[in-house]
């Protein structure tokens, strides 16, 4: 089974003061060694927020140590444009065009679980893997 790993989970993953640190962490621990996956978005979005609140150190620990347990899938034109078109019709920017992107990828692969603290996910129909 296939699980789509989101930015507030590898967020989670890295700040020990986050709420969900805990839950992310058992989570992780017990989905290791399973099909965990996500975007290059995810990816670009993470990086930034990390680099922004927690510091270099921390970037290096998910570059080192959490990146390469998660197989990271290339955002090719059509999920962008899939994205984008599900992005414009929403009329709003509530739900973020990263996640946009997710959920299109999550449709797209089948993938019907997120390791996730992201209520979004919920509301779209995924299962949360927390």
Do not use: C, K
């Not at 989970?9 to 020990?16: N, P, T």
């Not at 995810?42 to 620990?61: D, H, K, N, P």
């Not at 299109?104 to 893997?129: C, K, P, Y």
């Amino acid at each position: 089974m296939n699980v789509f790993v989101d930015t507030s989970a590898l967020f989670a993953l890295l700040d020990e003061d986050d709420a969900n640190h805990v839950a992310a962490v058992e989570a992780l621990r017990r989905l290791r060694g399973g099909a965990l996956v996500t975007h290059a978005y995810v990816v670009v979005e993470t990086i930034a927020l990390v680099s922004r609140r927690l510091g270099w150190s921390a970037v290096q620990r998910l570059l080192d140590s959490i990146l390469p347990i998660v197989s990271v899938v290339a955002v090719d034109d059509g999920l962008h444009d899939a994205a984008l078109g599900a992005f414009r019709q929403a009329g709003s920017g509530q739900v973020s065009f990263v996640d946009r992107t997710s959920f299109a990828f999550m449709w797209a692969q089948r993938i019907d679980v997120a390791l996730a603290f992201d209520a979004d996910f919920e509301s779209a129909g995924f299962d949360l893997a927390t």
